[in-house]
């Protein structure tokens, strides 16, 4: 019992990082929607209806991601759409690294091997990590839930708490459950990355059989054993929503027996090996120097070591442009809808499907592109806390190259990306009735790589200094930039604290052309942070 | 001639009385220099400052004239380099390691390297994560090897490696020392220094407290005497011979210490009947066992300038 209660300890602790972000992104994501609800939907019954009409009418386009909203004319229905609904979307993915990061990582590292060492079981050892797992969960989830009541309450509306703790149940199941799923799929392969890869495959399928069940009736009945269904079946936060228990248990059950049977298979599996594991191939032993040339090119060979992670990022990045592509074509009914049309004044064209080109397209990318940045510094700090560095070092290369290699290889993959996003817009929006101005396109993609620059270099001037702060802060500058950016117009803030979010820099460069204020400070952003990178790897020690 | 390595007042304090202090040192080239010490002791410290990865609190460190701060990157043309542990390269394979960091040296030879994969019996088709301790230790000596370099820098370079690739190890050591290398290895293990080294350092606390030639310490080594008598054992004369000491007596058995003559003993055991006596002579692990037991860092500094500071 001691050793188990001395590893949950370290369970619990190798969570801290992801508890306070995860914490906070659930509670400001729920919040913010609250709190913006009064300010978007307006104050009297008639403007509310409007809106409810409004987001009902969006909603049905966004069917295939989130369910549609229950009385999205109120402060409560608006925030489980929105905010919950978002949250359904990023906290099966948190779940899903913390799975595989919580046997796999940790048996990479070789720390599995001192914990079993240590006498603890391994049965134990699972149980502990999942039972950390869930302390944090419920925690993550609680934020949510208290995000969304003082949200609500900023609004000046009230939300039934026993609603909201139903709600806040059918999510805290969905996130065990895909927990669970996750940590089975890591015990049927042998690296964390194989791990990831699975059970993200696994979770996507479930994920789109919910998703196809909502917009194809074909596809329902396989629907029910999707855990997103059944928590979908919950709208208990909104008015006259409902709460389906069966549906909740269920997911509980799912968690239960999925998580049983990943520690049964953890049990019989050999230790840095799969649980069902192929014949040995005889493939002979190799003893010549590769001869790809790929690796001996500068920036080339980082890319290349990347390729499989590279390849994932390059078909979501085409798979975000078709999606959003066929959105717009299906919006131009918003039009007539007196709201949006002031929006698009206010964006300064009359053209909706370029409006969502330009904000939803640029606007996700942009997110994505600057997470993309954000793992790209965290491998560099992991790089130099592993000693890669200080082999790179050993080699007869200035340290200089180090920085500007790194910045090669962030600008040329994010090139990629966006511009593969880019070419998707571009070959895509003429069929369904979208005419881009190709300079614009050009522009907002080439911004794109400013963007992840800028990411990149203040990253590259953390790290030197404190590499372990360095991606946590950036992804902090992110979510808290992005949601600035989503809300703050909303809530009228003054333009120098919506200028901090780097997304408001990146502007929206195909609606409204180059923002030029926001170039000048990536520019200056970016070559200061490399300037300061470059002067801390002059003189920072280097070495484990 | 320019000394293969050259320290003067080479100093990294990193507070709490840890780091190195003071290091004046020289390593002739062509030369075997074996650095021994404790863990802790300030090995790595040493190594890291000679290859330019940290920077010195004070003093300075050249390898063949070159500053090894201001012009690391010429001082990492000459040298080969294994660090005391190896860097985490996840999936990549072997040969893809090679591969990598040869191009980033240039001029390496993709045939050498092939041939120290097949000398060190290492598989370069195994991802790196697939590596046992072992076999990320036979990389590591095979990036260093690969292009011949005129400086070794080995940190602990037996560590993990099982008899036959230490046996290998040493021959490949040997080999450079012919080429005319210089070969400047870091290691706890003194048989190791015994195989290939002609001087050592030893350091201590972060002071180098000795630099002699093997030969010249073998001259400080003491002798442990084990002595059987058939009748009363003369301890008291034993004991106050000069140069005799850790005297003990079990029944008609006496064992002493030795350290230099044998005259005094020979002379305190002049009366007694002696039936055997075997003197035995200690390995360098005792001698250096001896060392840290007996020397405190400032003492032994003192003994080890009456003995040899630099290059002979």
């Not at chain 1, 604290?497 to 170039?519: E, K």
């Amino acid at each position: 019992m001691a050793r188990l209660l001395r590893m949950l300890r370290i369970a619990l602790r190798a969570h801290r990082t992801a508890l306070l972000v995860m914490g906070g992104l659930s509670f400001f994501a729920t919040y913010l929607q609250g709190a913006a609800f009064a300010a978007a939907a307006g104050h009297t019954a008639v403007e509310r209806a409007a809106f409810a009409q409004e987001i009902d009418s969006l909603a049905s386009q966004l069917a295939y991601l989130i369910p549609l909203p229950v009385r999205a004319d109120t402060a409560a229905g608006y925030t489980q759409w929105r905010g919950f609904g978002g949250m359904t979307l990023v906290l099966p993915i948190w779940a899903l690294l913390a799975a595989t990061g919580a046997i796999r990582n940790e048996e990479e590292r070789g720390l599995l091997e001192t914990w079993l060492g240590s006498g603890l079981s391994r049965i134990g050892l699972i149980v502990a990590r999942c039972l950390a797992f869930v302390m944090v969960a419920v925690v993550v989830v609680a934020m949510a839930g208290l995000g969304a009541l003082a949200g609500v309450a900023a609004s000046g509306e009230s939300v039934r708490l026993a609603g909201l703790l139903e709600l806040c149940l059918a999510v805290l199941g969905l996130l065990l459950a895909c927990y669970a799923i996750a940590l089975l799929a890591a015990q049927l392969v042998s690296t964390r990355r194989a791990a990831t890869g699975l059970g993200g495959a696994v979770l996507v399928a479930l994920f789109l059989l919910d998703s196809l069940g909502r917009i194809n009736g074909r596809f329902s009945r396989w629907a029910v054993v999707s855990p997103f269904h059944l928590r979908n079946m919950t709208t208990a936060m909104a008015p006259g929503g409902s709460f389906d228990l069966p549906a909740t248990l269920a997911l509980f059950g799912i968690a239960i027996v999925v998580s049983v049977l990943a520690a049964g298979a953890f049990r019989v599996r050999d230790l840095g090996g799969s649980l069902v594991q192929g014949q040995a191939r005889d493939r002979g032993v190799v003893h010549t120097v590769s001869p790809n040339p790929l690796l001996r090119l500068p920036v080339i060979s980082a890319l290349y070591e990347e390729r499989v992670g590279l390849l994932g990022w390059l078909v979501g990045s085409l798979a975000l442009a078709a999606l959003i592509v066929s959105l717009a074509g299906s919006m131009n009914g918003l039009l007539s809808n007196a709201s949006f049309q002031g929006y698009f004044a206010a964006a300064g064209t009359s053209d909706p499907t370029l409006v969502l080109l330009g904000v939803f397209w640029a606007g996700i990318a942009a997110l994505l592109i600057a997470v993309y940045a954000i793992t790209q510094v965290a491998q560099w700090a992991d790089e130099d806390s592993q000693g890669r560095l200080e082999m790179i070092l050993a080699q007869p290369v200035p340290r200089w190259r180090v920085v500007v290699e790194r910045a090669g290889a962030l600008a040329l993959s994010t090139a990629l990306l966006a511009g593969a996003g880019g070419l998707a817009i571009a070959a895509l929006a003429p069929g369904q009735g979208v005419h881009l101005d190709g300079g614009r396109l050009l522009l907002a993609v080439g911004l794109l790589v400013v963007l992840a620059l800028s990411y990149g270099a203040l990253g590259a001037a953390v790290i030197a200094r404190m590499p372990r702060v360095a991606a946590p802060v950036l992804g902090a500058l992110a979510v808290v930039g992005f949601f600035m950016d989503e809300v703050g117009p909303l809530f009228k803030w003054p333009n120098w604290a919506l200028d901090i979010s780097m997304f408001r820099l990146y502007g929206a460069p195909l609606v409204s052309g180059l923002f030029a204020t926001g170039l000048y400070v990536m520019t200056a952003i970016v070559v200061v942070g490399f300037g300061l990178a470059l002067v801390a790897m002059r003189t920072r020690e280097v070495g484990r | 001639m320019t000394s293969a390595i050259r320290t003067s007042g080479l100093s990294k304090d990193y507070g709490s009385g840890r780091g190195l202090f003071e290091l004046d040192l020289e390593v002739q080239p062509g030369e075997v220099f074996g650095y021994l010490g404790p863990n802790g002791a300030g090995k790595t410290t040493t190594i890291r400052l000679l290859m330019g990865m940290i920077r010195p609190t004070a003093g300075r460190a050249e390898v063949f004239g070159l500053d090894a701060q201001d012009q690391a990157v010429e001082v990492k043309r000459l040298v080969g380099y294994l660090p005391g542990e190896l860097a985490q390269f996840g999936g990549l394979r072997g040969r893809e390691v090679v591969s990598y960091l040869a191009g980033l040296r240039g001029g390496v030879d993709p045939g050498r390297a092939t041939q120290l994969a097949d000398r060190l019996a290492l598989d370069l088709g195994q991802r790196f994560r697939e590596y046992s301790r072992g076999n990320k230790q036979k990389l590591g000596l095979l990036l260093a090897f690969m292009h011949d370099p005129r400086l070794l820098i080995l940190d602990e370079p037996t560590s993990g490696l099982d008899p036959l690739n230490q046996q290998e190890f040493y021959r490949m050591v040997d080999e450079a020392r012919e080429r005319g290398a210089t070969i400047f290895l870091s290691s706890h293990v003194l048989s190791e220094v015994e195989h290939v080294c002609q001087r050592i350092g030893i350091i201590r606390g972060g002071r180098l407290v000795q630099v002699a030639r093997l030969e010249d310490l073998h001259h400080l080594r003491f002798h442990t005497v084990e002595v059987e008598f058939a009748g009363p054992v003369p301890a008291d004369a034993v004991r106050a011979a000069p140069g005799v000491d850790d005297v003990a007596v079990d029944g008609e058995r006496l064992t002493c210490r030795v350290q230099g003559d044998f005259t005094p003993l020979l002379a305190a055991l002049e009366t007694a009947r002696v039936v055997n006596l075997v003197s035995r002579e200690p390995n360098l692990e005792e001698v250096f066992l001896t060392y840290y037991r007996d020397a405190e860092p400032s003492a032994a500094g003192v003994v080890a300038d009456g003995i040899d500071r630099g290059a002979q």
